[in-house]
T-cell receptor, first 112, second 112 residues
Framework: QQQVKQSPQSLIVQKGGIPIINCAYE??????FPWYQQFPGKGPALLIA?????SEKKEGRFTISFNKSAKQFSLHIMDSQPGDSATYFC???????????FGAGTTVTVRA | ETGVTQSPTHLIKTRGQQVTLRCSSQ?????VSWYQQALGQGPQFIFQ???????GRGNFPPRFSGLQFPNYSSELNVNALELDDSALYLC???????????FGSGTRLTVV
């Protein structure tokens, strides 16, 4: 069964827009929530990660929002650029466990 | 640091054959995990090795097996290949925690 559900499957924004990707999880034992960026022909690369003790984390143009009670978290890409066009995966894990459960991915296209 | 390298990059095998995929972990990383990523899906955890011992396994049959060597390189072996085994196989390594989890670019396996 899929432990992390991700939506939407794909989205297209104009340069400067703010794509938002949402994820929901079921396992309350999860306490580590990373986002990965994957370009064609490459492996996933860690973008940003959050733990449940904070509700928001920003790194450059990327922001994670976390809602522990709703078991949901989301990624916002501020001032998106064509170079941000990629597939984004949310994931979840327990801190003492290297087994990541991934969402199905969102393909983001940023048009110039 | 040299990153995580995987070989070969592409491979075509016939149903019923056996295949060995190789991974060279990032320097100093003592934990390695393998994931299967089907086309258009998120990576699925196969298993993890720590200090040459299997340390966690996902929902994959026994014909998926692995090895980790003293130099922290690793192999994924798949016996009796099936058409559904066609996927991108990713290796990831880490030293201490999930923030340092680094993926290789993967091996694209096609079973015909």
């Amino acid at each position: 069964q899929q432990q992390v559900k991700q939506s939407p499957q794909s989205l297209i924004v104009q340069k400067g827009g703010i794509p938002i990707i949402n994820c929901a999880y079921e396992n309350t034992a999860f306490d580590y929530f990373p986002w990965y960026q994957q370009f064609p022909g490459k492996g996933p690369a860690l973008l940003i990660a959050i733990r449940p003790d904070v509700s928001e984390k920003k790194e450059g143009r990327f922001t994670i929002s976390f809602n522990k009670s709703a078991k949901q978290f989301s990624l916002h890409i501020m001032d998106s650029q064509p170079g941000d066009s990629a597939t984004y995966f949310c994931a979840a894990s327990r801190s003492n466990d290297y087994k990541l459960s991934f969402g199905a991915g969102t393909t983001v296209t940023v048009r110039a | 640091e040299t990153g995580v390298t995987q070989s070969p990059t592409h491979l075509i095998k016939t149903r019923g054959q056996q295949v060995t995929l190789r991974c060279s972990s990032q320097s100093g990383h003592n934990t390695v995990s393998w994931y299967q990523q089907a086309l258009g899906q998120g990576p699925q955890f196969i298993f993890q090795y720590y200090r040459e011992e299997e340390n966690g396994r996902g929902n994959f049959p026994p014909r998926f097996s692995g090895l980790q060597f003293p130099n922290y390189s690793s192999e994924l072996n798949v016996n009796a290949l099936e058409l559904d085994d066609s996927a991108l196989y990713l290796c990831a390594s880490s030293l201490v925690d999930l923030d340092g989890y680094t993926f290789g670019s993967g091996t694209r396996l096609t079973v015909v």
